[in-house]
């Protein structure tokens, strides 16, 4: 599985961004995807994740209530909307893919990431 994620840019505090992880190759609608980001100096963290039918989300609490996610199947495509960002959230944000849903970085395929910036 191939995963391109995109979307990332820079926003002001309180604003908005979706974020895009379009996946090629295998079939994509069998795995799990989870989203993580590595803010400078910092490790990679988990921030959701999505089953493979959708059925099951998971959140960091730490964006409990800014950020949904959800795929699209038609599209090879997971989205991760995130509201209300402040400057906490800048970081590189990655996007990966296995056929066992985790909360850790265990998973077997990796996008490249793509920059958020928050200014104040």
């Known amino acids: 599985v191939q995963l391109q994620a995109s979307g990332g840019g820079l926003v002001q505090a309180g604003g908005s961004l979706r974020l895009s992880c379009a996946a090629s190759g295998r079939t994509f609608s069998n795995y799990a995807v989870g989203w993580f980001r590595q803010a400078p100096g910092k490790e990679r963290e988990f921030v959701a994740a999505?089953?493979?039918?959708?059925?099951?989300?998971y959140f960091a609490d730490s964006v409990k209530g800014r950020f949904t996610i959800s795929r699209d199947s038609a599209k090879n495509t997971v989205y991760l909307q995130m509201n209300d960002l402040s400057p906490e959230d800048t970081a590189v944000y990655y996007c990966?893919?296995?056929?066992?849903?985790?909360?850790?970085?265990?998973?077997?395929?990796w996008g490249q990431g793509t920059l958020v910036t928050v200014s104040s």
């Open positions: 990966a893919a296995d056929e066992i849903l985790s909360l850790t970085t265990s998973y077997d395929y």
């Open positions: 999505i089953n493979w039918n959708g059925a099951r989300r």
